[in-house]
Nanobody
């Protein structure tokens, strides 16, 4: 089994910063990519940022230049540094990963709430 555990959410004022962490554990042979997704109230889950095993990154247009995704392969942990936060960034943030155990599978964490006050 694979577990993804997020941490680092909270309440912050507009313009502030937060750093999210996602630690993967379990019977992992390799990780193809890890990413952060968010789901605002009443809306669908959307991709925020993704980082591949090669280090290549992808960002949603709405966070480009404000958020930075990174990873520490030795810790099997991905990070999302969020700067210049806006009220519209308020959402539950989920970590997702494509992991190879005996086959490739997609896994999700339980999420962490980020609330940005105006």
């Amino acid at each position: 089994q694979v577990q993804l555990v997020e941490s680092g959410g909270g309440l912050v004022q507009a313009g502030g910063s937060l750093r999210l962490s996602c630690a993967a554990s379990g019977s992992i042979f390799s990780i193809n990519h890890m990413g952060w997704y968010r789901q605002p109230p009443g809306r669908q889950r959307e991709l925020v940022a993704r980082i591949f095993s090669t280090g290549e990154t992808v960002y949603a247009d709405s966070v480009q230049g404000r958020f930075t995704i990174s990873k520490d392969d030795t810790k099997r942990t991905a990070y999302l540094q969020m700067n210049s936060l806006r009220p519209e960034d308020t959402a539950k943030y989920y970590c997702g990963a494509q992991v190879y155990t005996t086959d490739y599978g997609d896994y999700w964490g339980r999420g962490t709430q980020v609330t940005v006050s105006s």
